[in-house]
């Protein structure tokens, strides 16, 4: 099989032309062993010899010329016209010339031509006999005779031998289905190259960027050309591409963040680990702080752990959910009590709003760590004296779980980003009043969760203003 596109193309559309060619001959061979239209041909050719022929006789015989010139006469046009020339007496109805020496029918009865019913032959006399004559020696003969009342009583036959249905076609039909044939190759030749280069020129397109990427250049992108399933596999290409990059950056966003997220604690760890083995946290107070601090910073640490795990199941699929019908208004509540030891502490006004709603379908540990991240959050970036509320509402088939703050609010430029797995907000934003720092990780699992459970997360802001983050989830059926 060959292994190019275009050897491909030129080898079927050989194949085919050879196919079409095949049974065109084929029905022409058919046509020619059923029809008498084979015959004509030859029937034409001799009654033309026998007007040309009968005319050099008749000028010849008024010349007064005797026998042998007469045969003479009609040895030469029989060896000219490569015919048979037979003189038959039409009393007797014998053969008495013969233009073949050699295997003269001289003293055969020549009778019964076939005429063929179905052929009529223009400019013959109305007494013309044609058809085949069968020999007793079994040949099958094309014969012609036009009477001629100066050479009664005789007539003189020209004769062939009847035209195969092979040499009929081949005479009349083989040479035209070669051409044909030929014709046809040389424009599948420059069809193939056409159709190859539509597509192939794409394919190597796609070929040269896919090299690119896997060298690490995620920016490659290729134009849509060529047939629409060409053109369909680039534009899939160049979304996959994309989201290649947007990946990749996801990736080193994790790196430089995570890396740094990990060095600060560690540093801390590290710094008061040491300080306590050499002494240096010499005071009852100096080793409480010691130990504080080291107790704070091992818990950040494990809850970027956790956060990573988390997403890394949402993202294999080996997240379990427990689906049954909840009360997210219970749940809400419950987020808010586990959340206003905090907001005293920050000297935030945590307030709640969560009436009687409809059940929906969802895992209630996973929805509480929805609206846990959400009200975390919004106590983080919310300033002493501010204000977070916390609300649940039926609203046309869904029942929406809404967390708003009073807090710095999100610039226009960042809002389409900000539950992108890995992405935090403007570097001077990402420490809050008390100290903590996000992970870049919580918005993003926030988003797969709520997803699971066949809802969406959205969210408005105002700088200055504060943030509202919006959660939908329908109904139980």
């Known amino acids: 099989m060959p292994r190019t596109l275009r050897a491909r193309l030129l080898l079927s559309y050989v194949a085919v032309i050879l196919a079409g060619l095949l049974l065109v001959a084929l029905a022409l061979f058919g046509f020619a062993g059923v029809s008498d239209a084979r015959l004509l041909p030859a029937l034409e050719r001799l009654s033309a010899i026998s007007r040309t022929n009968q005319r050099e006789l008749l000028s010849l015989w008024q010349t007064g010329a005797g026998g042998e010139e ?3 006469l009609l040895f030469s046009t029989a060896e ?3 015919v048979r020339i037979l003189v038959v007496d039409s009393g007797a109805q014998k053969i008495i010339f013969d233009s073949v020496e050699e295997d003269d029918w001289v003293g055969d009865p020549l009778t019964q ?3 063929p019913q179905s052929l009529t032959m223009a400019n013959v006399g109305r007494g013309s006999i044609f058809g085949t004559f069968v020999h007793s020696n079994g040949e099958r003969w094309l014969v012609f005779a036009e009477p001629n009342p100066a050479f009664d009583p005789v007539l003189i036959f020209y004769a062939e031998p009847e035209p195969t249905p092979g040499e009929f076609f081949s005479d009349f039909f083989l040479r035209p289905l070669l051409y044909a044939g030929a014709m046809a190759f040389l424009l599948a030749i420059l069809l193939a190259a056409w159709l190859s280069r539509s597509v192939s ?4 397109h796609l070929a040269a960027a896919a090299g690119a990427i896997a060298r690490g250049d995620y920016k490659q992108r290729v134009p849509p050309e060529g047939p629409d399933e060409v053109r369909g596999v680039a534009e899939s290409f ?4 994309a989201q290649v990059d947007a990946t990749q950056t996801a990736q080193r966003d994790l790196v430089a963040n995570v890396s740094h997220d990990l060095k600060t604690p560690l540093t801390a760890i590290s710094g008061w680990s040491q300080a306590l083995l050499d002494g240096a946290a010499d005071t009852p107070e100096d080793r409480q702080r010691a130990a504080e601090t080291i107790y704070n910073e091992a818990g950040r640490m494990a809850r970027m752990v956790n956060e990573l795990l988390d997403l890394a199941r949402i993202e294999s699929g080996q997240l379990n959910l427990t ?10 509540a ?5 959340q206003v030891p905090r907001a005293r502490a920050r000297q935030i006004e945590l307030t709640l709003d969560a009436p009687p709603v409809p059940p929906v379908l969802g895992d209630a540990d996973r929805l509480a760590q929805v609206f846990t991240n959400l009200a975390d959050n919004a106590l983080t970036y919310t300033p002493s004296g501010g204000h977070v509320h916390l609300a649940v509402r039926a609203d046309d088939g869904f029942v929406e779980g809404i967390v708003t703050d009073t807090g710095p609010g999100i610039p226009a ?3 389409p980003r900000v539950f992108e797995r890995f992405y935090r907000l403007d570097k001077s934003r990402v420490r809050a009043e008390d100290g903590r720092r996000g992970s870049g990780l919580g918005l993003a699992i926030v988003k797969e969760l709520v997803a699971a459970q066949g809802g969406a997360v959205s969210v408005s802001s105002e700088p200055g203003s504060g943030s509202a983050f919006l959660v939908r989830l329908p109904l139980t059926p």
């Open 70 to 72: 007469l045969q003479s």
């Open 80 to 82: 000219s016209a490569n």
């Open 113 to 115: 031509v076939e005429r």
């Open 201 to 204: 020129q794409p394919l190597q």
């Open 238 to 241: 160049n979304r996959m591409a």
């Open 323 to 332: 689906l049954r019908p909840i009360d997210v208004s219970a749940v809400m």
């Open 334 to 338: 419950d987020v808010h009590r586990g």
């Open 413 to 415: 430029e960042e809002l």
